[in-house]
Each structure stands twice: as C-alpha cells, then as structure tokens.
C-alpha cells in the first residue's frame, strides 16, 4: 500500500508545478485560433444557406427575409423551394396557367363596368389622344376636336358652335 501512496503524492507534486509561461501563450493562441476558426465556420455556413436560397429563388424582401430567416430544414435548393412552396412564397410550377386567364377576363369585365364599355376596348380619352397624335394637319386636329370624340370628353372649339 505504500508504493499506491507513493504514486499519489507524485501526481499531486506534478499537477501543483506551474505551466511554463511559453506554454500558456501557446494555450491562449491556440484557443484564440480556435475561436476565430468556429467563427469563419460558422460564417461560411450563413453564406451557403443564403447561397441555396438566392439559387432555389427565394427573394430578399418582404416574406423571402422572414421565410430566409425562419426556416431551419435541409439546405438543399429541393428541400428549400419546396417548403417555400408549401408556404405559398413561391408558385408551384404545376399551376394551372387557366387560372391567370379567368383573373384577367374578370378584371377586364370589371374595368368594362367602371367606365361603360366592355373592358377590352381603350376609353374615350384615349382613343381622342391617340386621334391627335396621328393628325398630320391642323385641320385634321380641327375636326377630331369638333368630332364626335372630342364632343364626349366635352371638347370645343371657338370655331364651333356651343
């Protein structure tokens, strides 16, 4: 039991020792070094993801920044513009392009009600304007002004009648 005693109080004499001043400044570089290195890792992986991200068409602003900011899934482009799809921040590409028309019939439909045509035809000031602009004479503009379109957008001439 002795010669275990023995050993005991030579650990002891050795953990005690001061570490020599060359080594502590080689600790404290290496753990500085190692700190800066989990920082650039960590960097390198933010600027993968936003990689992935800028490829898989995920934009910057508005929704894109919170969905960028949010997710935490695989950071594959699949993975990414698929869970963006669910999220409805990106339009599936099976969409139906249908859709899109009926949208547009029903906006042109609307327009039409609003001013009192059909929607799909220019509006009277319009059609006057570009009357004007194709008038090479100034009586051709004399007779656009004292014409019917010009009479609908209340235009008159001093040479008219009133």
Request: charged share 35%; aromatic share 6%.
């Amino acid at each position: 039991m002795t010669d275990f005693d023995e050993y005991e109080d030579e650990q002891e004499v050795v953990e005690r020792q001061p570490l020599d001043p060359n080594i502590r400044k080689q600790l404290r570089e290496a753990e500085k070094a190692r700190k800066e290195l989990d920082g650039l890792k960590a960097e390198l992986e933010t600027q993968k993801r936003e990689v992935q991200f800028s490829k898989a068409g995920i934009p910057d602003s508005g929704v894109g920044s919170l969905f960028r900011k949010a997710y935490d899934g695989e950071t594959s482009q699949e993975a990414i513009r698929a869970a963006a799809q669910e999220y409805g921040i990106l339009k599936s590409e099976t969409e139906d392009v249908s859709s899109n028309d009926s949208e547009l019939d029903a906006l042109r439909r609307a327009q039409g009600a609003t001013i009192g045509n059909s929607g799909a035809m220019p509006d009277p000031q319009q059609m006057y304007l570009e009357a004007l602009a194709s008038a090479s004479t100034p009586e051709e503009v004399m007779r656009i002004v004292e014409g019917d379109s010009g009479k609908k957008l209340g235009m008159y001439s001093s040479r008219g009648s009133f």
